[in-house]
């Protein structure tokens, strides 16, 4: 069973995210690179393209600056103009450096196979994802043959509050860090905060006794999910697995008897396989 989450505890921290507005006096930090960074951010998936003007209220930024920045982004191949419509939408350039950061994850390669066999067992969705800012994003998904209602795929984020990726995440991740994160949480929904603390800290709780955290109807009303964090070494950030799927195809009691021993198990094959 993982290593136990102690208790969590209300307390300030970094932000998990600095944002191009957030820089305060780091005079290393390059405020026009954060800027478009943050403009190639705000593309979601599904997604088209985007005009000037839903880049500026997405990013909170002036026409005039984004403007100049999608010129530059354009020209550098990052963005691709769309001049029927006036719009943008990522380049071959963000492509090739997406591409390049998951070849460099050969855990996925090394996880596969288990997934695979996971997602057969529970007929579910099993992902492997890394946390991105306030989510987690997919880097390797399987499915198990019913499994591709819940449509997600290598690049699909889901909330780290909500989500039981997220939550077996939280479970693992340092102490600070943790409270960074959730300090952060905070500060941008002080509406919901206190329903996902709540979740949050239930989601601890269960970690220490079961070594598992679940999901049922919290990311999404009609879908069920278990999770497992685990650290794979080599320098790697914390990563977790899930095995989830709506629940009109997977009943929690199997997901939680059957599913949860397997996944746990799976989960510390994993643990340190990178290397120190």
Do not use: K
């Not at 943008?88 to 596969?112: F, K, M, N, Q």
């Not at 509050?161 to 943790?178: F, P, T, W």
Request: proline share 5%.
């Amino acid at each position: 069973m993982p290593a136990a989450a102690p208790p969590m505890r209300a307390r300030p921290g970094r932000p998990a995210r600095t944002t191009a507005g957030e820089a305060g006096e780091d005079r290393h930090f390059i405020t026009a690179l954060a800027r478009g960074l943050e403009l190639l951010s705000c593309f979601r998936r599904g997604e088209e393209a985007l005009a000037n003007s839903e880049i500026a209220l997405r990013c909170g930024l002036a026409r005039s600056t984004v403007s100049r920045l999608t010129h530059t982004l354009t020209r550098l191949g990052y963005l691709q103009a769309m001049p029927e419509s006036g719009s943008y939408r990522l380049g071959t350039a963000t492509i090739a450096l997406g591409a390049t950061a998951l070849a460099g994850l050969d855990v996925r390669r090394i996880a596969r196979p288990g997934m695979r066999e996971l997602a057969a067992f529970s007929n579910a969705s099993v992902g492997l994802g890394v946390r991105d800012r306030l989510g987690m994003r997919y880097v390797e998904c399987c499915r198990g043959e019913a499994a591709i209602a819940l449509n997600i795929d290598v690049g699909s984020r889901l909330s780290l509050c909500r989500s039981a990726m997220g939550r077996a995440y939280l479970a693992i991740c340092d102490e600070a860090e943790r409270e960074a994160i959730l300090e952060d949480v905070r500060s941008v929904d002080e509406t919901a905060w206190p329903r996902l603390r709540e979740g949050v800290e239930r989601a601890l709780a269960e970690y220490r006794e079961t070594g598992c955290v679940r999901s049922f109807g919290e990311w999404q009303p009609t879908v069920s999910s278990i999770a497992v964090g685990f650290r794979p070494g080599g320098g790697l950030p914390p990563m977790s697995i899930n095995c989830g799927a709506p629940t009109v195809i997977l009943d929690e009691g199997f997901l939680l008897d059957e599913v949860r021993p397997r996944l746990i198990a799976f989960a510390a094959s994993l643990e340190g396989v990178m290397g120190s």
